[in-house]
C-alpha cells in the first residue's frame, strides 16, 4: 500500500518561489516513478514533472527552466521546487504513483497572485 501526503502550497506573488514536499510510505517509493500534477478550476489535470527511480527527471515546457524535481530517498520524499512563478501557475497540485495502480496525493493548494 502507498500513501503520499502533499505539503508547502501557499500564497505567493508573481515572481516568488515554493517548494512542494510529497511524503510517501510504502516500499515501492524509493524505486517507483513519481510525478508531480496540477489541476487549475476548470481545467484537465495536467503532468508537470517527472522523477524516475533511478532519478532521471522530465519536465512540462510550461514549467521548464522554472522547477525541480528531486528526491530524498533516506526520508522516502520527493520535491518540487517552484521558482519564478506566474499566476498561471496557480493550481492544486498532486503528488502521484503508478504501480500496479494510480496513487494519489491529497492535493495541495499553490495560488500565484498579487
Known sequence: QV???????GLVQPGGSLRLSCAGSGDVFNVATVDWYRQAPGKERDLVAVITGGDVTNYADFVKGRFTISRDKAKKAVYLQMNSLKPEDTAVYYCHIKFLKDYWGQGTQVTVSS
Open 3 to 9: 500513501q503520499l501526503v502533499e505539503s508547502g502550497g
